[in-house]
């Protein structure tokens, strides 16, 4: 298959789904410093690794601009990056970091703030284009990883595979039609973090069982 480099993603003003673009303009009435808008993903095309979460939080992406950066979803995202060689520079939750991803992406299945950190499935629904139109703008994608069940559904969905075929579980490498590998893990909240679902070394597990896909893909 070939596929171009190249994936503009919604616009700033994406209306598509009302309830959060509403939202959105309540916040850029509240807060016009804050980004406000759909979080556009982080990291190269070229990337071999896709990371997959739900949503922008609001006080996090939706505020900085960056995905998982600004609230705790990237403080055990980020440095696992930097620990296996994805990404350079050093992590500081702000997007003016230096921080470069360098064989990783990193993306939302739904790239507006929703309410609650609860898009509908309707919004997840509508936004699922953009994913799908991401994936396949990048040529070198050997591996996706699921922040969550969540994600791994709307990976799934996007994919047109049936989710019965691929169960969610932390740690599972599911294989793919087409040569892609499917990862889970468990969400890196704070929620998941401080109740001990996930640690630090349950994730950089996950993280090490890709090497080999990545490792591959880049040779
Ligand atoms: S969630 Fe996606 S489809 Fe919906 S308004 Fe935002 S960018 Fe557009």
């Known amino acids: 298959m070939s596929a171009a480099v190249s994936f503009s993603g919604p616009g700033r003003d994406c209306a598509l ?12 009435a509240a807060q016009p410093d804050w980004h406000n808008a759909p979080v556009p993903s982080f ?7 896709l ?6 939080g609001l006080r996090g992406a939706n505020r900085t601009g960056r995905p998982f950066t600004g609230d705790y979803a990237g403080e055990l995202l980020y440095p696992a990056l930097l620990k296996f060689g994805l990404a350079d520079g050093q992590f500081r939750a702000d997007p003016q970091d230096g921080l470069r991803l360098l064989s990783a992406r990193i993306t939302n299945a739904v790239r507006c703030v929703p309410p609650e950190n609860k898009p509908t499935p309707l919004e997840q629904k509508t936004c699922r284009p953009f994913l799908k139109d991401e994936i396949a703008s990048m040529p070198r994608l050997r591996v996706i990883l699921a922040l969550g069940r969540i994600a791994h ?4 969905s996007t994919l047109g595979l049936r989710k019965a075929d691929y169960a969610f579980a932390h740690g599972a490498r599911h294989s793919l039609p087409g040569g892609l590998v499917l990862a889970d893990t468990y969400h890196t909240s704070r929620y998941n973090v401080n109740t001990g679902r996930l640690t630090v070394e349950m994730f950089e597990t996950v993280m090490a069982g890709l090497l080999p896909a990545l490792q591959k893909n880049a040779g």
């Open 17 to 28: 789904c009302p309830r959060l673009a509403d939202f959105i303009a309540g916040h850029r």
């Open 51 to 56: 990371v997959v979460g739900l949503a922008p």
């Open 153 to 156: 559904d709307a990976v799934l």
């Open 43 to 49: 990291g190269p095309l070229t990337a071999g690794l």
